[in-house]
């Protein structure tokens, strides 16, 4: 069965540093992969994604993401962490075919001024 | 462009009372999906919908759970009783590709729900 995991529930990093929010995922086949942050009492925005091609997909708000095939990673990384990037953090997978998107459990990512 | 719109915003009932949660996709999208989100936990399909047809309903449960997309645009969910373990948040989101592998959803803001 598919699945997404996020090792991590907390991440905590200076403004100003880079931060990386980890994901990882089970499945057989060619993923499509997501990143969705989640502000306090919002819902879901979508950040970016992974179809095919170029490992490195850059999104919104000056995130990326890379896909790593050999370790079945998809790590959500940005290279200077502002305080307004602080908010919670969810991976999610989907199958070629018509399945469902799964999502992780979510990290959440606090950026300390 | 108007968003995903969900209303109410937040709701508070008592054991075994019914409720219902609405949602107004984006103009255009075909595809609704209702997700219920556990506090701490990620967000878990509930219903997908192409237009007004339950194409994926595996989740939800039926015994209590009900939902209706009946013109293909707005989708109602219904719980009835609700149950304390009910306590959570309904997202509800839409898409433009019909079988949305490859595009992103739009997520509404969700309702908040507190069953006592």
């Known amino acids: 069965a598919q699945s997404v995991a996020q090792p991590e529930d907390q991440v905590n990093v200076a403004e100003g540093n880079p931060l990386t929010v980890k994901c990882t995922y089970s499945?057989?086949?060619?993923?499509?992969l997501f990143w969705y942050v989640q502000y306090p009492n919002r819902g879901l925005q979508f950040l970016l994604k992974?179809?095919?091609?170029?490992?490195l997909v850059k999104g919104s708000y000056g995130f990326e993401a890379e896909f790593n095939k050999s370790q079945t990673s998809f790590h959500l990384k940005k290279p200077s962490a502002l305080v307004s990037d602080s908010a919670l953090y969810f991976c999610?997978?989907?199958?070629?075919?018509?399945?469902?998107?799964?999502f992780g459990k979510g990290t959440r990512l606090s950026v300390i001024a | 462009e108007a968003g995903v719109v969900q209303s109410p915003r937040y709701k508070i009932i008592e054991k075994k009372q019914p409720v219902a949660f609405w949602c107004n996709p984006i103009?255009?999208?075909?595809?609704l999906y209702w997700y219920l989100q556990n506090l701490g936990q990620g967000p878990e399909l509930l219903i997908r919908?192409?237009?007004?047809?339950?194409?994926?309903d595996s989740q939800l449960p039926k015994d209590r759970f009900s939902a209706e997309r009946l013109k293909g645009v707005d989708s109602t969910l219904k719980i009835q009783p609700a149950e304390l373990g009910d306590s959570a948040v309904y997202l509800c989101?839409?898409?433009?590709?019909?079988?949305?592998?490859?595009?992103?959803?739009?997520f509404g803001e969700g309702s908040r729900l507190t069953v006592l």
């Open positions: 989101a839409s898409s433009l590709d019909p079988g949305a592998n490859t595009g992103e959803l739009f």
């Open positions: 499945v057989s086949g060619n993923p499509y």
């Open positions: 992974y179809i095919t091609g170029d490992n």
């Open positions: 999610a997978v989907r199958f070629s075919g018509n399945t469902p998107l799964v």
């Open positions: 103009s255009g999208h075909n595809t």
């Open positions: 919908y192409e237009n007004e047809e339950a194409v994926d």
